[in-house]
């Protein structure tokens, strides 16, 4: 007997996709105030006050066994570390927003193409037309604003590892991940985002910053609605639903993220990109409509 999804689980696809696309924006902006690794330890210091009144009232459980706690710190590293701090260091060292976002948005693909024999789930024939069109819609989007030009090598290649980072942290979190308070995976992934980028910042940047009301407005976002509010939403889908339909979702970031540039950082959308925009949400709808002859897949206990 299927049950009916918790309310908070229906609106999650739209809350993250909002948070998250819009984090791209903010992150641009904050990268004016401070070196890239600098802004990440900032944050998962911020972070980490934030939960740790959180921690001391509620009390919440923590993992019974070393792999437990392994589990939820691999999950912090290829995320927190690998995919950010490798975007971010992209973004500084030349690469364009949407030369990341291009790549970015293989993300589905790879997902689609390593589900099967990583964590066990199928995607159908139309799930597959579902990407493509996904993919294509992003495609629309980004070259339909003119960015995409001759892009630092290097910084290619860091987009790369972001793109490896985010795919691994999904798949990993499907197979290995438990259900487990926010406020304990939360504390876990950011001291393991803190522990490797705080030391990285002192050793390879000046860790100068920049502070006026943008950028403390611009730490509040990053703190509350990227770093809090959207991977908490993320985890809790991988958990309760298929990755491939999860991983769907990034193929509307970058149409999203160009929206939000709009009146963040003044790009323009142009009228072919509301045309891929539309093409890439009809991609995700196809992905994440399940049919009717397959069981729902159950939340890891």
């Known amino acids: 007997m299927t049950h009916p999804r918790p309310l908070w689980l229906v609106a999650a696809p739209a809350m993250f996709l909002l948070l998250w696309s819009a984090g791209f924006g903010v992150a641009k902006l904050g990268l004016q105030h401070a070196a890239p690794i600098t802004l990440l330890a900032l944050r998962y210091v911020l972070v980490l006050g934030v939960l740790a009144p959180f921690a001391l009232i509620l009390r919440p459980p923590v993992p019974k066994t070393l792999r437990g706690w392994l589990d ?18 992209a973004f500084k060292s030349g690469v364009s927003a ?11 693909i790879l997902v689609a193409l390593v589900a099967p024999r990583f964590v066990g789930e ?5 799930a597959w037309v579902g990407l493509a069109l996904g993919l294509a819609g992003a495609v629309v989007v980004i070259l339909s604003r003119a960015q995409v030009q001759a892009e630092n090598p290097y910084g290619v290649l860091l987009t790369v590892g972001a793109l490896f980072g985010i795919t691994a942290g999904t798949l990993y979190e499907k197979r290995f991940g438990v259900s487990h308070h926010p406020v304990t995976s939360n504390m876990i992934q950011y001291a393991v985002g803190a522990a490797f980028t705080l030391p990285i910042a002192w050793l390879t ?8 009301g943008e950028f403390i407005a611009v730490l509040g976002y990053l703190v509350i609605g990227n770093s809090l509010l959207a991977m908490s939403l993320l985890l809790a889908m991988i958990r309760a639903g298929e990755v491939s339909r999860v991983s769907a979702l990034f193929y509307l970031v970058p149409a999203f993220s160009a929206l939000f540039a709009w009146p963040l950082l003044g790009e323009a959308m142009p009228p072919l990109a509301w045309a891929g925009m539309a093409l890439a949400g009809a991609g995700v709808a196809m992905v994440s409509r399940k049919s009717k002859a397959q069981a729902p897949a159950e939340p890891s206990a």
């Open 122 to 126: 199928n995607v159908g024939r139309m």
């Open 72 to 89: 939820i710190a691999v999950v912090g590293f290829l995320i927190q570390v690998a995919y950010f701090g490798l975007c971010y260091i």
């Open 98 to 108: 949407a030369g990341v976002a291009i790549v970015v948005c293989l993300q589905p």
């Open 205 to 212: 940047e000046d860790m100068h910053m920049v502070w006026n």
